[in-house]
Nanobody
Framework: QAQLVESGGGLVQAGGSLRLSCAVS????????MGWFRQAPGKEREFVAT????????RYVDSVKGRFTISRDNNKNTMYLQMNSLKPEDTAVYYC??????????????????WGQGTQVTVSS
């Protein structure tokens, strides 16, 4: 069983940056493929990015490519999402998720077993 805690959300103007963190405890962090998802009001939870257990492979949704960077530090049991050039349409609750299996590049919420409580990101125009 893993426990995930997100932090780093907040209010930022369009064009600004934020860095989200996801601290993981309860099991060897390096055994998890990790992912970021987001959910805007009235919408389904959507995939943002995923990273392999070593950190060597990543995948992004097209709408954030070139603006967001997913990374992890297996020594600190923490995953990150650096978000640059933020847009109002990036406004959502951001969730980190963990899957205790090899990286598949999955964008499906069904493929992730553990979830954090979410952190709000609001981008003003």
């Amino acid at each position: 069983q893993a426990q995930l805690v997100e932090s780093g959300g907040g209010l930022v103007q369009a064009g600004g940056s934020l860095r989200l963190s996801c601290a993981v405890s309860g099991r060897t962090f390096s055994s998890y493929t990790m992912g970021w998802f987001r959910q805007a009001p009235g919408k389904e939870r959507e995939f943002v990015a995923t990273i392999s257990r070593s950190g060597g492979t990543t995948r992004y949704v097209d709408s954030v490519k070139g603006r967001f960077t997913i990374s992890r530090d297996n020594n600190k049991n923490t995953m990150y999402l650096q978000m640059n050039s933020l847009k109002p349409e990036d406004t959502a609750v951001y969730y980190c998720a963990a899957a205790p299996r090899y990286f598949t590049g999955s964008a499906s919420v069904r493929d992730y077993d553990y979830w954090g409580q979410g952190t709000q990101v609001t981008v003003s125009s």
